[in-house]
C-alpha cells in the first residue's frame, strides 16, 4: 500500500516540543496517531501531536518573540516568566537582618528607659536616698486593685491595672500614711486580698519630711523598675526571635518556591578608581618615581565585595 501523500507534507511550520520551539519542515504525517514528524533546520527529526504545530509560523512570529527567545538558526527557547502574586516580596532572613533587628528592639528599650530616667529624675534622686531613711513598721489600713485609665486622640482608651495599698505609721509620735510602693511606683505588686492578711508592713520613713515614706526602699525600688523595662523587653525580644524570624523564614522559602525573587539591594556607588589612573592626576594619588606605582594601593574590585549569607 502506498504511502499517504498529504498536501501539508514539505510545509514549513512552527513545531514546539517541551520548552522549545523550532520553524521547521513537515517530511511525513500519521493520521492514526495523530502526530506529525518534522526536520528541523539544523537536520533534526522531531514527532509530535498535531497539537504542536502551528502550520502559520510567520503570522504568529510577534506572539513567538513575546513568549520566547531565539537559540540558534529556526530554533527558539520559552522565556522564564517571572511569578506573579499579591504576596509583598521579602528578602531571605539572613544573620544580620535578624542581629541588627534585635539590636534595634533592644535600642529602643534603651532608650525609652533613658527617657524614663529624665523625666523622672527628680523621683529617680529620692529613691536612691531612701536607702538612708529610717525602718519603721506600720499596718494596712486600706487596699483595692484599680485601673489607671486614658483616652487617645482618637477616641480610644487604654488602662492599667494596679494594686494601692494604704499603709499606717508613726514616727517620733506622729502618726502619718503612705501610699507608695517606692518613690517610682504607686504598684505594690500582689493582689488587694495579699495585702489585706499581712499584719504589718516595713516601710522607710524620710527623717526629713516623716509624712513621706516607701515600702521599697533606696535602688531595690530603681533595680525592680529596670528589671520590668528588661521583663518586657526580653518577651518582645523573644516573640520576634522565636515566632518572627521561624515565620519570616517560612515567608520567604514559600515564594522562592513560588518562584517569587526577593527585592534586590541597592550597592552603594563606590569612588570611580579610573580618576586615579590618568597622567593628569598620578601626582595626586603619590606616584614614586613616575613608575606608576602608588601609595593608594590598587583599586578594589566590585567582584571581591564580601557578599552577604543567608540565615538558611
Same mark, same amino acid.
Given at each position: 500500500?502506498?504511502? @499517504?501523500v498529504?498536501?501539508?507534507?514539505g510545509?514549513?511550520? &512552527?513545531f514546539?516540543?517541551d520548552?522549545?520551539m %523550532?520553524?521547521?519542515?513537515i517530511?511525513?504525517?500519521d493520521? #492514526?496517531? !495523530?502526530?506529525?514528524t518534522?526536520?528541523?533546520? #539544523? &537536520?533534526q !527529526?522531531l514527532t509530535?501531536?498535531f497539537?504542536a504545530?502551528f502550520?502559520?509560523? $510567520?503570522?504568529?512570529m #510577534? $506572539?513567538?518573540?513575546?513568549?520566547?527567545?531565539?537559540? /540558534?538558526e529556526?530554533?527558539f527557547r520559552?522565556?522564564q516568566r @517571572?511569578?506573579t502574586?499579591?504576596?509583598?516580596?521579602?528578602?531571605?532572613p539572613s544573620l544580620r =537582618?535578624?542581629?541588627?533587628?534585635s539590636?534595634g528592639?533592644?535600642g529602643v528599650?534603651?532608650?525609652?528607659g533613658?527617657?524614663i530616667?529624665?523625666?523622672?529624675?527628680? =523621683?529617680?534622686?529620692t529613691q536612691?536616698d531612701?536607702g538612708?531613711?529610717?525602718?519603721? !513598721?506600720g499596718?494596712?489600713v486600706?487596699?483595692?486593685?484599680?485601673e489607671?485609665?486614658?483616652?487617645?486622640g482618637? &477616641?480610644?482608651?487604654s488602662?492599667?491595672?494596679?494594686t494601692s495599698?494604704?499603709?499606717?505609721?508613726? +514616727?517620733e509620735?506622729q502618726?502619718?500614711?503612705t501610699?507608695?510602693?517606692s518613690?517610682l511606683s504607686?504598684?505594690?505588686?500582689?493582689d488587694?486580698? +495579699?495585702?489585706?492578711e499581712v499584719?504589718?508592713v516595713?516601710? %522607710?520613713v524620710?527623717?526629713?519630711?516623716p509624712?513621706q515614706?516607701v515600702?521599697?526602699p533606696g535602688?531595690d525600688?530603681?533595680l525592680?523598675?529596670a528589671?520590668?523595662?528588661?521583663?518586657?523587653t526580653?518577651i518582645?525580644?523573644?516573640g +520576634?526571635l522565636i515566632v518572627?524570624?521561624?515565620?519570616w523564614?517560612?515567608?520567604a522559602?514559600?515564594q522562592?518556591?513560588?518562584?517569587i525573587? =526577593?527585592?534586590?539591594?541597592?550597592?552603594?556607588q563606590?569612588?570611580?578608581?579610573s +580618576?586615579?589612573e590618568?597622567d593628569?592626576?598620578?601626582?595626586?594619588k603619590? #606616584?614614586v &618615581?613616575?613608575?606608576?606605582?602608588s601609595?593608594v /594601593?590598587?583599586?578594589?574590585s566590585?567582584?571581591e565585595?564580601? @557578599? $552577604?549569607e543567608?540565615?538558611?
Open positions: 500500500m502506498k504511502e @499517504k498529504d498536501r501539508d507534507i510545509r514549513v511550520v &512552527g514546539e516540543v520548552e522549545f %523550532y520553524i521547521a519542515t517530511i511525513s504525517i493520521d #492514526d496517531a !495523530e502526530q506529525f518534522v526536520r528541523t533546520k #539544523d &537536520g !527529526e509530535g501531536p497539537g504545530v502550520l502559520d509560523p $510567520e503570522k504568529r #510577534d $506572539e513567538l518573540h513575546a513568549d520566547y527567545e531565539p537559540i /540558534g529556526g530554533k520559552a522565556k @517571572k511569578a502574586s499579591n504576596w509583598v516580596p521579602v528578602a531571605d =537582618a535578624i542581629l541588627g533587628t539590636g528592639i533592644i528599650a534603651f532608650a525609652i533613658v527617657f530616667a529624665v523625666i523622672s529624675l527628680g =523621683a529617680l534622686l536612691i531612701s538612708d531613711w529610717v525602718e519603721t !513598721e499596718r494596712v486600706d487596699t483595692y486593685n484599680a489607671d485609665c486614658s483616652s487617645d482618637e &477616641g480610644g482608651t488602662c492599667t491595672s494596679y495599698v494604704t499603709v499606717a505609721y508613726t +514616727y509620735g502618726n502619718y500614711t501610699e507608695d510602693y518613690m504607686n504598684d505594690w505588686l500582689n488587694a486580698r +495579699y495585702w489585706y499584719d504589718s516595713t516601710v %522607710y524620710n527623717p526629713d519630711q509624712a515614706a515600702h521599697l535602688w525600688g530603681v525592680e523598675e528589671f520590668t523595662l528588661m521583663f518586657f526580653g518582645i525580644l523573644g +520576634y518572627g524570624v521561624p515565620v523564614f517560612v515567608y522559602k514559600i522562592r518556591i513560588s518562584g525573587e =526577593a527585592p534586590e539591594k541597592k550597592k552603594k563606590g569612588h570611580d578608581w +580618576y586615579w590618568t593628569d592626576n598620578r601626582a595626586e603619590g #606616584d &618615581g613616575g613608575t606608576g606605582q601609595e /594601593g590598587d583599586a578594589p566590585a567582584e565585595d564580601p @557578599k $552577604e543567608k540565615f538558611w
